[in-house]
């Protein structure tokens, strides 16, 4: 079945042929619950009408146009998102296509603004072991996880990795010399969703103000929502105790609900470094993902729906807590993951998708992540019933296991 792909991806044997709310339907008809909305991309689930409104109203109306002309579309979408990052000092936004990326330009800014104020040779970006920053060779480099460089060198010079959390060794590493940047997942994903603690965020900020090096998050998967602030950074604060503060942000995934789209928003300090040819994306800024976007932000960006995944979260976490099989859990909002004993671990990988035990008629559609992680990103506009549903089949694994 794989055969017309390339060997990429551990595909399970599930082909989907519809989705409704947190359900997914394969081709027999087959239903799963959805715990992990595509990598955190279906924000608001499957076939969610205000999206899917807004994607086929744009589609009528025009698909694409060059960025050497305007979209009322995109400006729309990029005012709405630059606002909703406003209180992480954001200013300014260039819209790209994937997480990737975004955090290509975030790169490609930050050494700029290196260059210009200080001239050659402070180019480093500091990243954290166990990051994820995508999969292209400037990426993989910033990406602080060796089993994702194998076979792929040479890589973009210029990346350090450093564990988190150890002040002493970020001190050490942010040389106001040679390093321009530091990106940091505050929760990070891929990595096994590892949350960084507040003392390190705050020292990472001030140690990158007296030294200007620019702080920069990647919040493709932990922003937007996700935890339960629209950007995980604004649960932190800043050395002086004030509202943490970055100079560059990314997102992707959820930001259009499933159409691709990515964002590379700057603060005081870097929204006025590129200039005109200094940065590109034919698909930037399309039309029909900035409508998408906009439903998204005007959705996701309201107190009381960011105190709901909130309360969400929390009964999910709650009842992983008492389960005796599960050893950690670790979630900030509705991005959780939880270790568990290595032959459950097994178990349960392999029950991930086939879990329509008779008793249930349904599956449930789960992640890994890290080693021995699963990692829960269900959709916001999940219901209390399917949570409780999800939470039964994966008891019913776990002890399986
Ligand atoms: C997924 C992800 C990326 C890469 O995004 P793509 O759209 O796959 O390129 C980068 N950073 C983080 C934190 C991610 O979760």
Redesign the pocket.
């Known amino acids: 079945m794989d055969s017309v792909f390339m060997n990429t991806y551990h595909r399970l044997p599930v082909t989907f042929a519809r989705g409704e709310g947190s359900w997914l339907y394969d081709i027999n008809g087959k239903k799963y619950l959805d715990f992990g909305s595509g ?2 991309v279906n924000l608001l689930g499957h076939n969610y009408p205000p999206l899917v409104r807004a994607v086929t109203e744009q589609a009528a109306k025009y698909f694409h146009v060059c960025n050497y002309y305007q979209s009322d579309t995109s400006i729309a979408f990029a005012e709405k998102l630059v606002e909703a990052c406003a209180p992480a000092g954001m200013r300014n936004v260039f819209l790209a296509n ?6 290509e330009g975030a790169v490609k800014l930050a050494r700029k603004y290196s260059l210009l104020k200080y001239g050659p040779g402070r180019h480093t970006i500091v990243t954290l072991k166990g ?6 060779i400037t ?1 993989l480099a910033a990406t602080g996880q060796e089993k994702f460089h194998k076979d792929f060198g040479p890589f973009t010079d210029g990346f350090v990795h450093i564990p988190g959390g150890d002040i002493e060794l970020l001190d050490k590493a942010l040389d106001g010399l040679t390093v321009a940047g530091l990106l940091i ?1 505050a929760v ?3 990595g096994g969703i590892v949350i960084q603690n507040s003392e390190f965020i705050s020292a990472a900020a001030k140690l990158c103000a007296e030294r200007d090096i620019l702080l920069m998050f ?5 922003g937007l929502g996700r935890t339960g602030t629209f950007l995980a950074l604004e649960q932190y604060k800043g050395s002086d105790g004030n509202p943490l503060k970055a100079d560059i942000v ?1 997102l ?2 959820g930001l259009a609900g499933g159409i ?1 789209v ?1 964002a590379v928003l700057a603060g005081s300090k870097t929204c006025s470094i590129f200039t005109t040819g200094d940065h590109g994306s034919t698909f930037g800024a399309n039309p029909i993902a900035a409508a998408a976007g906009l439903v998204i932000l005007k959705t996701v960006n309201n107190p009381e729906f960011l105190a709901e995944i909130i309360r969400k979260g929390n009964i999910i976490t709650d009842a992983l807590k008492q389960n005796p099989k599960v050893r950690e859990v670790r979630g900030k909002g509705l991005i959780i993951g939880f270790d568990i004993e290595d032959s459950s671990w097994l178990m349960l990988k392999a029950g991930i998708v086939r879990a329509d035990l008779a008793k249930n008629h349904c599956g449930l559609l789960m992640l890994s992540a890290g080693t021995n992680t699963l990692r829960l990103l269900p959709p916001y506009i999940i219901q209390d019933s399917e949570i409780d549903h999800g939470l039964e089949i994966m008891t019913e694994l776990l002890n399986a296991g």
């Open positions: 990598i955190a994937s997480g990737a990326e975004a955090n990051s994820f920053h995508g999969r292209t990426t997942e990070q994903g891929e990647d919040e493709i998967q932990c990314t992707a995934k691709p990515g």
